[in-house]
């Protein structure tokens, strides 16, 4: 066995409680200080039963007071809630991919923006029925651009990537009217079916958010995903690391954080150009680090390999190293808390998106057409501002582990193909793979995505569970902060395969397809290539989707996205494991359908469980009752 050693939680918590006493020392409140003082939580919010859509309210549901003031009772009420809770994720997702479709359509030859994936492009564009013969590459990139804006507000028809999914899941969708129309049309219809004097009925309100789910996972999240290829390269397999090691004392230290990587970029081509270097070594430092926290660190470290500092609850630590000269923000997952933070340090907080503002920051609004300039102002001033370090506070915790990164749906197929070629369709095949679950040398596999919630020991449940699928020879495809945090353990060392974490069987198919154990896919909107993945295993096997022993995860969720993103995961028949509850267990009928009533409609459902262990146990039992079924 080998000598590799993961990073244990504990090894994380300890090097927090470090930066935390830095903190006490500046006078820094922390994350962990406030949810001290939100707790406990009220009720009636985390249960959902809390209605404040109209003004004669706000109406909160007991046995008591069985009916808000209109009368709704509390399965339309948390019904409403859910609704609301998922349209905001997938505006959210949605419009970070209208701005990516925007980027895309600003690229020209000479442009801040340019096309670096023209096959891909090609590829998008044949799918969509737009002449592309003899004609200038900007000139498609624009015309697709512009056929996908319109897929936000199109009067009449569905989502064109809907065409991807296997015929099976395009008949559910169908069938049970939840194929996604225009994105926009499906958040404003979310809004209006839940305002006062509308729908109350649970079926109505969970079929509607389900619908909206879809608009984002086969909508907005794909275009975003697949323009971002185009832009910035399909992700190939690459090298990198992870953890708040990352960072160098020595070196001028920007931390991107956010989810569009139109800014994150710019700024990693600008601190790679010689004249910055120099400016830093002029002004006393050894060079520039560039790592990243969040869903724009993914980005970037799956196409460029930067570093990723952190994930979510990661976010104050950069600051409390003393060491980060500017933390440069985009959009989503951004604490407020920041701005306060830095002003304890020397470290600049840079806002740049309208969507994303906030007190105590500096704002240097970023748009494509300045994207440069703006750039190398970002990471002048974060230059400029290394000489204020208090020497005295700088502490970086050395702890970083290796990780092999940017497995994107191409990316995997070449890596199958390695291990035998039998191409399929013109993106190759999944059969490689398909073969290894069949014959049980993989049970199966599990998507495991989303945030850090402090209702969960960060980061726990994520390698935990890692841990315990691994060794029951299930292989996993990651996203998101989940991502993050298998990285940040090692996991995606492919070194990790020889030491005793990891079953015989999935070393065998790791060792044979020099892959890592756990697969980092990408950020929160890349979940849309574990969609195809599906999809396309579904066509190659000629399994439906929710036959594949397959099953999403996400143990630590928080945010309005992940509950969009969880929708349109068990919308394409994927069984999806939580272990935070939604708000939404107030309502018997609203918590019954979700956890079962909607297996009816898509073959799968959601299943939440407190307890990681159990959780992962019934992970393990699902995906073989699935091989069961299957008669493998
Ligand atoms: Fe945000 Fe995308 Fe959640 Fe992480 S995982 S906390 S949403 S950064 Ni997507």
């Known amino acids: 066995m080998s000598e590799f050693k993961l990073t244990t939680v504990e090894e994380f918590e300890a090097a927090t409680e470090r930066l935390l006493e830095t903190g006490a020392k500046v006078g820094a409140d922390s994350w962990q200080m406030r949810v001290k003082n939100q707790t406990p939580h009220c009720k009636f919010g985390e249960s959902g039963a809390c209605c404040k859509i109209c003004s004669m309210g706000p109406c909160r549901i007991t046995a008591k007071a069985p009916r808000g003031i209109c009368g709704c009772d509390v399965h339309g009420i948390v019904g409403r809630n859910f609704l609301r809770f998922t349209a905001g994720g997938a505006a959210t997702h949605s419009d970070h991919g209208r701005e990516i479709c925007h980027t895309l359509y600003e690229t020209s030859a000479d442009g801040n923006y340019k096309v670096k994936d023209p096959e891909k492009l090609i590829r998008i564009a044949k799918e969509w029925d737009i002449e592309t013969e003899g004609k200038d590459i900007y000139d498609l990139a624009h015309e697709v651009a512009e ?15 809907l065409k991807r999914a296997d015929k099976h899941t395009q008949e559910i969708w169908e069938r049970e009217e939840i194929a996604p129309r225009a994105i926009d049309r499906e958040v404003s219809c979310s809004l209006h079916m839940s305002h006062v004097g509308c729908s109350s009925k649970p079926e109505a309100l969970v079929r509607q958010a389900l619908r ?39 070196n001028v230290n920007i931390v991107v954080h956010g989810h569009d990587p139109s800014l994150s970029e710019m700024i990693c081509e600008y601190a790679e150009d010689p004249e910055m270097i120099a400016y830093a070594k002029e002004k006393g430092a050894q ?19 930067i570093p990723m500092a952190g994930n979510y609850l990661q976010q104050e630590n950069v600051v409390l190293t003393g060491a980060c000269e500017a933390i440069v923000v985009d959009v989503q997952c951004i604490f407020p808390a920041l701005g306060p933070l830095s002003k304890c340090f020397h470290t600049k907080f840079i806002t740049t998106s309208p969507i994303a503002q906030m007190p105590e920051s500096e704002f240097i609004r970023f748009n494509s057409h ?3 300039e703006n750039a190398k102002a970002i990471v002048k001033a974060a230059i400029e501002n290394f000489q204020n370090r208090k020497k005295e506070l700088v502490h970086i915790p050395q702890m970083k582990q290796k990780a092999s990164v940017g497995y994107s749906y191409e990316e995997i197929i070449r890596k ?8 399929v369709d013109d993106l190759g095949t999944t059969m490689p793979l398909v ?3 069949k014959s049980g040398v993989l049970r199966g596999a599990v998507a495991m995505v989303g945030c850090n919630n402090p209702k969960v020991r960060p980061d726990a449940a994520h390698i935990e569970l890692m841990k315990k699928l691994l060794k029951n020879d299930i292989i996993l495809v990651l996203s998101g902060c989940s991502a993050q945090a298998a990285a940040r353990a090692g996991l995606m060392d492919k070194e990790v395969i020889y030491t005793d974490i990891v079953g015989a069987g999935v070393r065998r198919v790791c060792e044979l397809a020099d892959i890592p154990p756990v697969l980092h896919m990408g950020s929160c909107v890349d979940i849309s290539r574990m969609m195809i993945l599906a999809s396309n295993i579904a066509k190659h096997s000629g399994w439906t989707v929710s036959q594949i022993p397959l099953v999403g995860c996400a143990p630590e969720w928080m945010s309005e996205k992940a509950v969009s993103i ?8 994927i069984d999806t494991y939580l272990g935070v509850e939604p708000y939404a267990y107030g309502s018997s009928e609203v918590d019954g359908l979700l956890k079962g009533g909607i297996k009816d409609w898509v073959e799968a459902c959601y299943t939440v469980e407190k307890d990681i262990d159990k959780l992962g146990d019934l992970m393990i039992e699902r995906i073989e009752e699935k091989r069961v079924a299957l008669g493998i």
């Open 370 to 372: 300045t994207a440069g």
């Open 287 to 305: 060079g520039i680090t560039v790592s990243g926290v969040c869903c724009t660190s993914n980005e970037v470290a799956m196409r460029r390999g």
């Open 435 to 437: 073969d290894c679950v």
């Open 147 to 161: 056929t996908g804006l319109m897929e936000y507000g199109k009067p009449f028809g569905h989502q064109r990537f």
């Open 566 to 573: 969880g929708n349109y995961v068990v919308s394409t028949g």
């Open 416 to 423: 199958l193909d390695g291990v035998t070629n039998s191409q």
């Open 212 to 250: 909206a789910g879809l608009s984002d996972g086969w909508g907005g999240s794909m275009m975003g995903t697949e323009f971002s290829d185009v832009l910035f390269g399909t992700p190939r397999e690459m090298e990198t690391e992870a953890n708040l090691g990352v960072m160098v004392e020595e």
